[in-house]
């Protein structure tokens, strides 16, 4: 199983999780992950990245993920949570 993060780094250089999906079988973590990095790459926000972290499912089932790889970052996008160190998130 996999879970994969769409990061930005924090002001102490440490990554900060954007948004998640998951745990998703191997290959469509790796796939969604795939496709997530090649958009970031496409819309110039290298102030993104994208990792893979290795999960277990206390229920052995993986989810679908909420939205496709697209979506997911053009809603980071707009809600303006991916700018470089500017987010709406509360404190």
């Known amino acids: 199983m996999k ?3 769409l990061t930005r780094q924090a002001e102490d250089g ?3 999780v954007m948004a998640a999906v998951g745990p998703l079988d191997d290959g469509a973590g790796e796939t969604y992950a795939a496709r997530l990095g090649q958009l970031i790459r496409q819309r110039e926000c290298g102030w993104l990245s994208v ?4 999960v277990a499912s206390t ?3 993986a989810a679908d993920p909420p939205a496709d790889p697209d979506t997911l ?3 980071v ?3 303006g949570i991916g ?3 500017q987010h ?4």
């Open 77 to 79: 996008l707009e809600r």
């Open 51 to 54: 990792r893979i972290t290795p």
């Open 73 to 75: 970052l053009t809603t």
């Open 3 to 5: 879970l994969v993060e």
């Open 14 to 16: 440490t990554p900060e």
């Open 88 to 91: 709406d998130l509360p404190e």
């Open 59 to 61: 229920s052995g089932a």
């Open 83 to 85: 700018a470089e160190g």
